[in-house]
């Protein structure tokens, strides 16, 4: 069984931030991705941001691109999202989930549990 768990969700004010955290030592092969996947309220899941766990590469979907930033503590099995100058829009359950990599698409096969993100306006 493959575990993945966040924490860090919680709610805030427009314009303030926010850290979630994704201990994903359950994955950790060095292949593959990680990353944050969101459902916000009348919307299908998408995609946030990608960490590609061999080469430390990075995605982002357009409207997070310069205010979110994923991150690896090298030294644990741990990916961060820095969300920054959140809007309402944000607001919605985030999501760790990882897979293998494959042609360049990611196979998101593992997921964990959720948190809740709230922003006020």
């Known amino acids: 069984v493959v575990r993945l768990v966040e924490s860090g969700g919680g709610s805030v004010q427009a314009g303030e931030s926010l850290q979630l955290s994704c201990d994903f030592a359950?994955?950790?092969?060095?292949?593959?991705?990680v990353g944050w996947r969101r459902q916000r309220p009348g919307k299908e899941r998408e995609g946030v941001a990608t960490?590609?766990?061999?080469?430390?590469?990075?995605g982002y979907e357009d409207s997070v691109r310069d205010r979110f930033a994923i991150s690896r503590d090298s030294a644990k099995s741990t990916i961060y999202l820095q969300m920054n100058r959140l809007e309402p829009e944000d607001s919605g359950i985030y999501y760790c989930?990882?897979?293998?990599?494959?042609?360049?698409?990611?196979?998101?096969?593992?997921w964990g549990q959720g948190t809740q993100v709230t922003v006020s306006s």
């Open positions: 989930a990882a897979g293998p990599r494959s042609r360049g698409i990611c196979s998101w096969d593992y």
């Open positions: 359950d994955y950790d092969h060095g292949t593959g991705c």
């Open positions: 960490f590609f766990l061999r080469d430390s590469r990075t």
